[in-house]
């Protein structure tokens, strides 16, 4: 089974910090460009943050400097350590895959994760 698990969100107060992770599950042998995204009640979805197999980076305007993404290619895990929250990036966090290898074939579709909330309050 094809599966993207996201795990350590929670309540935080701003200015904390916090660290996503999204693990791949057994089946999955090889992870190719992931993104994480995030969803606030009454909005879309919007992109957040972006790492390709070797590691090139994007963020969006909104974390800058704030929100660093990464990845662990021998444990086919992607991580987004968040800092200096604020109650604006409240919000279920899911990463996201257009592309995976099983064995050694490549399948393309849109893959999530079952996402993981992030609330940032006082």
């Known amino acids: 089974q094809v599966q993207l698990v996201e795990s350590g969100g929670g309540l935080v107060q701003p200015g904390g910090s916090l660290r996503l992770s999204c693990v791949a599950s057994?089946?999955?042998?090889?992870?190719?460009?992931m993104d994480w995204y995030r969803q606030a009640p009454g909005k879309q979805r919007e992109l957040v943050a972006s790492?390709?197999?070797?590691?090139?980076?994007n963020y969006a305007d909104s974390v800058k400097g704030r929100f660093t993404i990464s990845r662990d290619n021998a444990k086919e895990t992607v991580y987004l350590q968040m800092n200096s929250l604020k109650p604006e990036d409240t919000a279920v966090y899911y990463c996201?895959?257009?592309?995976?290898?099983?064995?050694?074939?490549?399948?393309?579709?849109?893959?999530w994760g079952q996402g993981t909330q992030v609330t940032v309050s006082s």
């Open positions: 996201n895959t257009k592309s995976l290898w099983i064995g050694i074939k490549l399948y393309q579709g849109d893959y």
């Open positions: 790492i390709t197999t070797g590691g090139s980076t």
């Open positions: 057994s089946s999955i042998s090889r992870l190719n460009a």
